[in-house]
T-cell receptor, first 114, second 118 residues
Framework: AQSVAQPEDQVNVAEGNPLTVKCTYS??????LFWYVQYPNRGLQFLLK??????LVKGSYGFEAEFNKSQTSFHLKKPSALVSDSALYFC????????????FGKGTHLIIQP | GAGVSQSPSNKVTEKGKDVELRCDPI?????LYWYRQSLGQGLEFLIY????????KSGLPSDRFSAERTGGSVSTLTIQRTQQEDSAVYLC????????????????FGPGTRLTVT
């Protein structure tokens, strides 16, 4: 079985400050990890993924994520937050060894305050 | 290029009626997925197609749910005898292929169909 935990329902950050949205995972085998963003009344948009290789993954809109195998974490980060980054963020995992559907976390509301 | 499209965008139906939801994947994507998003359950995987076959139906919540894909393209998700707990946003996604030499490809999502069962 595979699972994802996003421990924070909401994260508040002042514009211009760095942001972190936390994600931990549990899979048997090698993890394939993804971050998606959802704006109001919109579908999910792909941000970035970790398959293998470098632990720091860079994605769209200046976001990056750090894969930490020992802590089974894949936290999303951005050095300087924008008000337009305010949205719902989902972390997802797939072990690649069985079911091919993604298992998503519950989502974290990111609110960037001007 | 064109993304994943879904129709209808909104569907209101009476309890007990059947509904069909349609998904048009990105051209050239061989893998297609259905998910359900609801307040209580979050995002749930329903079913995966590779081409026209569905090797993984593990996420379908009951035998009232079925899906098919024809011509390796359009997919239809059918819910029979709808219940109020079926109310949710149904999302479709496609990807280049389910599992390639480099691993799992990212999935691209459509805008969803909001289903309301009254």
């Amino acid at each position: 079985a595979q699972s994802v935990a996003q421990p924070e329902d909401q994260v508040n950050v002042a514009e211009g400050n760095p942001l972190t949205v936390k994600c931990t995972y549990s899979v048997s085998g090698n993890p394939y990890l993804f971050w998606y963003v959802q704006y109001p009344n919109r579908g999910l948009q792909f941000l970035l993924k970790y398959i293998t290789g470098d632990n720091l993954v860079k994605g769209s809109y200046g976001f990056e994520a750090e894969f930490n195998k020992s802590q089974t974490s894949f936290h999303l980060k951005k050095p300087s937050a924008l008000v337009s980054d305010s949205a719902l963020y989902f972390c997802a995992v797939n072990s690649g060894g069985g079911a091919d559907g993604l298992t998503f976390g519950k989502g974290t509301h990111l609110i960037i305050q001007p | 290029g064109a993304g994943v499209s879904q129709s209808p965008s909104n569907k209101v139906t009476e309890k007990g009626k059947d509904v069909e939801l349609r998904c048009d994947p990105i051209s050239g994507h061989t893998a297609l997925y259905w998910y359900r998003q609801s307040l209580g359950q979050g995002l749930e995987f329903l079913i995966y197609f590779q081409g026209n076959s569905a090797p993984d139906k593990s996420g379908l919540p009951s035998d009232r749910f079925s899906a098919e894909r024809t011509g390796g393209s359009v997919s239809t998700l059918t819910i029979q005898r709808t219940q109020q707990e079926d109310s949710a946003v149904y999302l479709c996604a496609s990807s280049l292929e389910g599992r390639g030499a480099r691993g799992i490809h990212e999935q691209y999502f459509g805008p969803g169909t909001r289903l309301t069962v009254t």
